[in-house]
């Protein structure tokens, strides 16, 4: 680590030019870390100079997209530079006849799916923030939303990548078609792990066309087994939804998302051709009433796009701010568990917006506890998580409260991959140090 607050100013400019280079850093604080300068490189190349400069003098360096989840991870342990990857956020190639795209990793997914939609086609992706989180972010971070259930992980929608590894070295792995060599894909390793192997900055995704018609259905009930029993029930059927969400009164309470009275709520969102989305909707309306719903709304076109977009923002958003919040991934049978089983304690109000087509639920708590009080609810939650058989991983809690937990979570084994991963990947550890699991 540098030791004169000038040192990594003078050696970012030599790297990128001064006109790239800036000491003004309160933006971009990390867990009440302050780096010593921030870059933001125009390019790739660019990236790949603040790297190879960066590991030449052995400064630690984090990389920034939207800003939407730097929260995430355990406390980073040195910081130098921050690289904001905002200018590098260029659509490289779209081909609308083979549904697949390439785009730079500072874009935001905003600003790509109105561009595809000019195709009537779209990244079958819906994250919190799509304004402020870039692509980069997404895929580093392992966030997805409500559209998984129907299309999928991010994961499974990435097929090829450009990384900028700790040394500056440019890599590339798969391609821009759908159909890629077999082999080993280095791409999904750098999904979820918040860049601590390298620097994403550059991905090609398949495309999906926009679905012919959508319709959504809100259900309310008057308990969480009754809603969580109607989710399952479709999971089950030959209905196909593109979203299928769960929330309770806690959370309608905080995120406002329907005027209608109920202890627990279903939002079904329908799409496809006319005689097909006619067929889901009779299908589904006939397995909810079957669970003795309090109120059955079908929510119009524009209220759909709404309820849809503060259900993926929510805990993310100004609005709805919660003190500590978890991604809890268990079996979708187990999803009814998670919001039954985890609640209010230490004087923090829970709520909990859950995909039970897939398993994983958003969990807040709203409140103000103390870092030891919240240390002490995330700790109870992990518990009764691994006793459903799934994992949590904690997205947001105070700065105080991570000196006592890991915020991934017990990892097992994987951290034993990780780290011989980031040996021979970051063997100076300059990238995000300390901050994913296991604090690599």
Known sequence: MTTEKTSAKQVMEKAIGVANVSDSVDRHNIDGLAPQVVVTPSNVDDLAAV???AHEQSMAVAPWGGGTRMDLGNPISRLDVVADLTRINNMVQHDAADLTVTVEAGITLSDLQRTLAAQDQF???DVAMPDNATIGGILASGASGPLKWHYGSPRDLAIGMKVVQADGRIVKSGGQVVKNVSGYDMARLHIGSIGTLGIIAEVSFKLTPMPRQES??????DSVLSCYGAAMSIFNSDVMPLSL???????????EFTSASGSAFLAIRLGGRPRTLARFMKETLKLCHQKSPLSVEQVDSV?????????TDFGWSEDAYPE???RVSVLPSKAVDVASQLGEAQGL???VVSQPGYGTSQVCWFGDGSPAAISTVLSNASEVVGKLGGHMIIERCPTEAKANIDMWGDAGDTVKIMRSLKEQYDPKGIINPGRFMGRI
């Open 51 to 53: 790297m190879s400069s």
């Open 324 to 326: 500590a919040m978890a």
């Open 303 to 311: 209220g759909m796009g709404d309820l849809w977009r503060n259900l």
């Open 216 to 221: 959504t259905i809100l259900v309310a009930f």
């Open 349 to 351: 109000e829970f709520s």
């Open 123 to 125: 990244l079958a992706m």
């Open 245 to 255: 969400t769960a929330f309770d009164a806690n959370a309608n309470q905080f995120g």
